[in-house]
């Protein structure tokens, strides 16, 4: 029978949880430095007394199959390196949103709320996040195609506009705007002053005017963008998570932010906006359970 370590890391925590014997042990998660990647899976494999073959790794850059080198972090993850030095039958590596698109099977209907209903015609999905970075994947025919669509730059000049500000030099790629550290360069950058994207959330709930309005546009910025990702790839679902995201949820949910999807659009397409399914996943650890669905396809 063959046993795995599961690992989800990100560009600030790392989770992890064990399968042994069909059981999924409690997830966990930690902050570590880069330098102690390799030590700590050592040290989570020996507590498994050696009964572990596989690790599968859930992590946040571009998936060349063999090696991931990851966005907001200075790691290269290299699979071969990894099975000799930890002495593991096999190491399988996907990009962190490409497992939140393989957990789609794992995850119980429950944890999807509706944010905007619609009424698809194809099953082509769009998962997206902002978190340390922005993660961004596609299901197309059935097919899982993980992007860096985060760290593109074009769209950025324009989205600037919506928060009145001019400096792209700042703002160079998306995910300058559309993450949580983009929410703390546009909170500072506006009001010269510094906040975690934590306390601007917060404060936002709260009803700040200055909070409120980065939040806003914030989400106003995110759902033009997903517009654009709809048009462009013919899809009619959208799924949305994240911490962020999560944490947003009582203005994420309201009408003047749902409204945005048919006014951020060419009048054209409308139809189309109309079709499309928009959701936001609330499980906290998709990224563990699309390692193990990875996992049980090999």
Not at 60 to 83: C, F, M, V, W, Y
Not at 124 to 137: A, D, E, S, Y
Not at 159 to 188: Q, T, V, W
Not at 205 to 211: E, H, I, N, P, V
Request: a negative charge; aromatic letters at 8%.
């Amino acid at each position: 029978m063959r046993n795995a370590l599961l690992i989800d890391l990100g560009g600030t925590n790392i989770r992890y949880a064990s399968f042994i014997e069909n059981t999924l042990s409690e997830i966990s998660k930690e902050k570590i430095a880069d330098k102690d990647f390799i030590s700590f899976l050592t040290k989570l494999l020996k507590k498994e007394n050696n009964e572990i073959d596989c690790l599968v790794i859930a992590a946040a850059g571009p998936n060349k199959q063999h090696s991931i080198n990851l966005t907001n972090r200075d790691l290269l993850i290299d699979a071969s390196e990894l099975k000799t030095k930890l002495s593991l039958k096999e190491c399988l590596l996907l990009n962190d949103w490409e497992a939140v698109a393989q957990s789609l099977s794992e995850i119980n209907q429950e944890c999807f709320l509706p944010i905007k209903s619609g009424a698809p015609s194809n099953e082509n999905t769009i998962l997206i996040g902002p978190g340390t970075g922005l993660g961004v994947t596609l299901i197309i025919n059935g097919q899982i195609i993980p992007t860096e669509f985060g760290n593109t730059y074009s769209p950025t000049k324009g989205m600037l506009e919506n928060f009145d500000l001019r400096d792209k030099e700042k703002f160079f790629s998306l995910e300058n705007i559309l993450s949580g550290p983009g929410i703390e360069k546009l909170y500072e950058e506006k009001f010269e002053r510094k906040l975690s994207s934590e306390k601007i959330i917060s404060s936002a709930l709260d009803g700040s005017k200055d909070a409120l309005f980065i939040v806003e546009n914030f989400l106003k910025t995110l759902v033009s963008m997903i517009n654009d990702l709809i048009l462009s790839f013919s899809c009619e679902k959208v799924i949305l998570g994240g911490s962020i995201l999560n944490a947003l949820k009582p203005i994420l949910m309201t009408k003047k932010i749902i409204d945005y999807f048919p006014s951020e659009i060419n009048p054209k397409y409308a139809e189309l906006i109309e079709r499309t399914q928009v959701d936001l996943l609330t499980e906290d650890e998709p990224g563990i359970f699309g390692c193990l669905a990875f996992f049980k396809t090999k």
